[in-house]
């Protein structure tokens, strides 16, 4: 069922996703060659809980940590490891904070030192792909107009749009209807409501759309081995159209 938060409602969500824009921009700002993994994970965490808040994603579902953290061909949930960050590498953090009841959920993909100039077009092209979906936010609109909008310019690019993943709704629960592909047909699936709060996240990859299980057995990687990249943002139904909620 889809559900249709009451202002307060609204006004913690804000709060959660200001905490939780505020911790992944710190986190950013950490991931350079010669960090692990499991250091932006721990820092994460402790950033999260100072905020008065909870870690979203740990225990949930059997995630034993506070971040995603995916490199290079692993497009989501990837385990923190030991795993030290290498010039080059493109790194995927993805977080969520639990905050008075109410869920945020937001994620980036950064470049580790000098990147390829494909690396780069690649995170620029996913950015863009996000913001680009984020304007077919409105009352009216149906979930297949923002689907539709992040496919068309992913292929465009000359990338694929994952298939197997989505965005989801969100609030009392981490994940709550409706389901948000990044791919379909314009004017198709649920109408958009003023108070929906939804999470929009394009999971793009340099080669083909197919997925495999990455070796940890939790995450995602790319079938043929191309890197990936993700963005999400927890966005708020306004009757002008959208509001992000995941930002400072």
């Known amino acids: 069922m889809i559900t249709i938060k009451s202002p307060e409602e609204i006004k913690i969500m804000a709060e959660a996703g200001k905490i939780l824009a505020g911790v992944l921009k710190e986190i950013e700002k950490m991931a350079k060659p010669g960090v692990t993994t499991l250091d932006l994970d721990r820092a994460a965490e402790e950033l999260i809980l100072k905020q008065g808040a909870k870690p979203a994603f740990k225990n949930?579902?059997?995630?034993?940590f506070s971040l995603c953290a995916s490199v290079n061909e692993i497009i989501v949930h990837g385990y923190p490891s030991d795993y030290v960050l290498k010039d080059g590498d493109v790194v995927g953090l993805d977080l969520g904070v639990l905050y008075k009841g109410y869920y945020s959920d937001m994620a980036i993909t950064v470049s580790c030192g000098k990147v390829s100039y494909e690396s780069k077009r690649l995170i620029n092209v996913a950015k863009k792909a996000l913001k680009r979906g984020i304007k077919k936010v409105r009352p009216g609109n149906k979930i297949g107009d923002i689907s539709n909008t992040i496919q068309r310019y992913v292929e465009s690019q000359g990338f694929s749009a994952v298939r197997?993943?989505?965005?989801h709704g969100i609030?009392?629960?981490?994940?709550?209807?409706?389901?948000?592909?990044?791919?379909?047909?314009?004017?198709?699936?649920?109408?958009?409501?003023?108070?929906?709060?939804?999470?929009?996240?394009?999971?793009?990859?340099?080669?083909?759309?197919?997925?495999?299980?990455?070796?940890?057995?939790?995450?995602?990687?790319?079938?043929?081995?191309?890197?990936?990249?993700?963005?999400?943002?927890?966005?708020?139904?306004?009757?002008?159209?959208?509001?992000?909620?995941?930002?400072?």
Request: with cysteine; net charge negative.
């Open 164 to 167: 197997d993943l989505c965005g």
């Open 60 to 64: 949930y579902a059997s995630f034993p």
């Open 171 to 248: 609030g009392k629960e981490l994940h709550e209807e409706p389901k948000i592909p990044n791919y379909g047909q314009r004017h198709k699936g649920e109408e958009l409501k003023e108070g929906m709060v939804i999470c929009i996240e394009p999971m793009i990859i340099a080669g083909d759309w197919h997925l495999k299980k990455s070796a940890d057995g939790y995450g995602y990687a790319t079938k043929d081995g191309s890197l990936s990249a993700h963005f999400e943002h927890t966005i708020l139904v306004t009757k002008f159209g959208s509001k992000i909620l995941t930002e400072i």
